[in-house]
């Protein structure tokens, strides 16, 4: 490759991803940091979440394993915006949280790491509201265990 | 350099349904090294989700996610043949992103 | 009375629940199957994908000229007819054995170099782990069909099945102590009987797998050297005829099968 | 010229039969190599091993009661009481390591026994490949005779049945005099979690 066309290529992936870096600068800092559900449910402004029926986990309710717990998430609220995701007893329980934008539909599956029996508690935000949904995941021990 | 990802994005009865994984150790800076070092923190913070080039999720996440994460999204609609991009940004700032049409 | 089982968490260990037996098995299976729907496993594919037509070694080739039983570089169908007598070498091979052949023959590596990280870890996976999860993934869908007609197959075969129920080692164990008997289990692992075709069929289907509890790509020459770990042996040599005669011995008990991994394991 | 290829055809299966314990022992002393504590000595077969992978785990009564006889004097009972600490023996029952190339010779080994039994009630991740010990004391009792018992099969569970997949966790080195008597207390002991 010549050192122009190697320049110009490198200009080319610096501004690629630059623009995607800026747009993803928000990461909840306090939200990620807090200990316990109720200091994260307060920096997500979702004190006094209500209890919904049509806020749907899909989870195991038995996990063979901790770290990796599949859970599928779907909001049928109307105008739901956002869906954040919390593991009761993990020493850092929000692991998540999702923002839909025109296009998308409010629904996530993902991979957490649960640290030991807890309750997975889903909070989703529709037209200034919170609602919310929980669900047991009861974690065991594998195999020889040697 | 980050390792690779892999994408799939599959149109379904009016739903595109995209699946993406991505490498990454996502540390959780309390293990242990077999030499009995602390592993730092190291983790994915921010995934976005573009179609067509308009970003439509927008995600936060900690080390609680799995090592080697693996993420499903639905788009409303969708035809084959629209651009779908996902990238990530970790808390060393590293990045990496990847494209697929749907099909 | 429906029976009951209680489940544990692991750290700490002191507080339990209960669940009644089947909806805990119930559980556990459908665990399972979302794991597997969310697998990472392909992202090794791509690794792979990417080791096999880079060039290495002194002769600065890639292994896409290797011969995995089908011609140089056929890579459809190639596992799922393995393990395999090779001309060449004059004996039967699996994957990763004749990986380890062609990077020596193609690549001019020493085996010894080629041989030496053979098992990796979560953070790097090894050349024998990336490779194995795309050479794999090309024969989906395809029967398992490995070799058992040549006289070198037929005697590997023979001698799988005799190491399966051979006791040894400090603690008296064959690979029946354990996989010896219908419906048993260690702590909460269902424990296949890999000499019968109906326990085999679904194993050797899925190997090699993303195992979730190490977050590691693992190989079926990695399973024999672990299980002999914990039978209290010495290390089997990484392609020895003693592990090809096992994966042997355990794919033909399983043949016919269609190939659908890598799969994902505990 | 056709004779002899049929004679050939049916001289083949022979030359194909299953190869003996010996032949596999052989493979594998080429196949395998030392590492950590596991020495190429374990690659050598005994009597018994020799016996039971011969029979396919059921050896000749005859042949089975004599080993068994020389099995039993190789258990040596410690002085005095053989219940230890039940506390302690629950851990040895969890601990599933121990004489694998990657343990270090030192560090204590356990037992493994959660791996195929049953025992205490709050662990319900157990296996099942050999019978379940919940209330083992409740139902047998606690006497020298029981205690006698449970530390034998233990420490060399060869000597009561031959060919058992329970391994001989005394005489393999193991476990020590005193992991066995805290197990012994962990099936009698009227105080264990397993005979609540």
Not at chain 2, 79 to 93: Q, T, Y
Not at chain 3, 52 to 60: E, F, L, S
Not at chain 4, 123 to 151: H, M, W
Request: with cysteine.
């Amino acid at each position: 490759m010549n050192p122009l066309r190697r320049t110009l290529l490198a200009a080319a992936a610096a501004i690629v991803l630059k623009p995607l870096a800026a747009l993803a600068a928000t990461w909840n800092k306090d939200g990620f940091g807090a200990k316990t559900t109720a200091d994260a449910l307060k920096t997500l402004g979702a004190t006094q979440p209500l209890p919904s029926k049509d806020l749907l986990i899909e989870a195991p309710e038995i996990a063979e394993n901790g770290a990796v717990v599949p859970i599928e998430i779907t909001s049928n609220v109307p105008g739901t915006t956002s869906i954040a995701v919390l593991i009761d007893k993990n020493p850092f329980p929000l692991v998540g949280k999702f923002d839909f934008m025109e296009g998308a539909l409010p629904f996530v599956k993902l991979n957490a790491k649960v640290g030991e029996t807890s309750e997975v508690r889903v909070v989703a935000e529709a037209r200034g509201k919170h609602y919310v949904a929980t669900q047991e995941i009861k974690v065991t021990i594998g195999g020889c265990g040697g | 350099m980050a390792g690779p990802m892999k994408m799939r994005a599959t149109l379904n009865g009016g739903v595109t349904d995209v699946r993406v994984l991505m490498t990454h150790p996502m540390e959780t800076g309390q293990r242990k090294d077999p030499d009995g070092k602390l592993v730092p923190l190291h983790f994915i913070q921010n995934v976005t989700l573009k179609v067509n080039g308009k970003t439509v999720v927008e995600s936060q996440i900690s080390q609680g996610i799995s090592r080697n994460p693996v993420f499903t999204f639905r788009i409303k609609g969708g035809a084959k043949g629209d651009r779908i991009e996902v990238s990530w940004i970790d808390n060393h700032g590293e990045t990496n992103q990847t494209e697929t049409a749907v099909a | 009375m429906k029976k009951v089982l209680g489940f544990c968490v692991v750290l700490g260990g002191a507080f339990c629940a209960s669940l009644p037996a089947q909806d805990a098995k119930k559980e556990i299976q459908r665990y399972r199957q979302m794991v597997a729907e969310g697998s990472p496993a392909e992202l090794f594919e791509v690794e792979g994908e990417a080791l096999w037509k880079k060039p290495q070694g002194p002769n600065k080739v890639s292994l896409e000229k290797c011969d995995l039983g089908g011609g140089p570089g056929v890579l459809k169908g190639a596992y799922a007819r393995l393990p395999r007598y090779f001309k060449d070498a004059d004996r039967v091979m699996d994957l990763e054995t004749r990986l380890l052949h062609c990077a020596v023959t193609l690549q001019g590596r020493r085996r010894e170099e080629a041989a030496a990280r053979v098992f990796g870890s979560a953070d790097r996976p090894s050349e024998m782990e990336s490779l194995s999860a795309y050479i794999a993934a090309q024969s989906r869908g395809m029967k398992m069909a490995p070799g058992l007609s040549h006289p070198k197959e037929k005697e590997a075969y023979a001698m799988g099945r005799a190491l399966y129920f051979h006791r040894t080692g400090a603690w008296d164990f064959s690979c029946a102590s354990c996989h010896g008997e219908e419906g048993k289990r260690i702590r909460m692992q269902d424990l296949p009987v890999l000499y019968k075709p109906e326990h085999a069929r679904p194993v050797v289907s899925t190997w090699p797998a993303y195992r979730v509890s190490t977050s590691q790509f693992i190989t079926l020459q990695w399973r024999m050297n672990n299980c002999y770990q914990q039978m209290r042996m010495p290390e089997p040599d990484f392609g020895s005829d003693t592990t090809v005669a096992l994966i042997l011995f355990l794919t033909a008990t399983g043949k016919g099968e269609p190939y659908r991994g890598p799969g994902t394991k505990r | 010229m056709k004779r002899i290829f049929l004679v050939a055809v049916l001289v083949a299966p022979s030359a194909l039969a299953d190869p003996t314990p010996q032949d596999v022992q052989k493979l594998m002393q080429r196949d395998f190599h030392a590492r950590g504590q596991a020495g190429m000595d374990r690659v050598v077969q005994d009597g018994l091993q020799r016996l039971c992978t011969e029979s396919r785990d059921n050896p000749p009564a005859g042949a089975a009661k004599a080993i068994e006889a020389d099995q039993m004097k190789t258990i040596v009972l410690p002085e005095g009481s053989l219940m230890g600490d039940w506390k302690r023996g629950e851990s040895i029952a969890q601990n599933g390591r121990g004489l694998q190339w990657t343990d270090k010779p030192g560090d204590a080994a356990g037992g493994s026994c959660y791996n195929c039994h049953q025992l205490s009630p709050q662990e319900a991740s157990f296996g099942t490949l050999g019978p379940s010990l919940r209330q083992f004391g409740k139902l047998r009792g606690n006497g020298p005779e029981i205690q006698r018992y449970v530390y034998g099969k233990i420490y060399n569970a060869k000597a009561y049945n031959l060919c058992s997949q329970m391994p001989r966790l005394g005489l393999s080195g193991t476990l020590s005099a005193e992991q066995i008597k805290d197990l012994v207390a962990l099936l009698l002991d009227a105080d264990s979690p397993v005979n609540q």
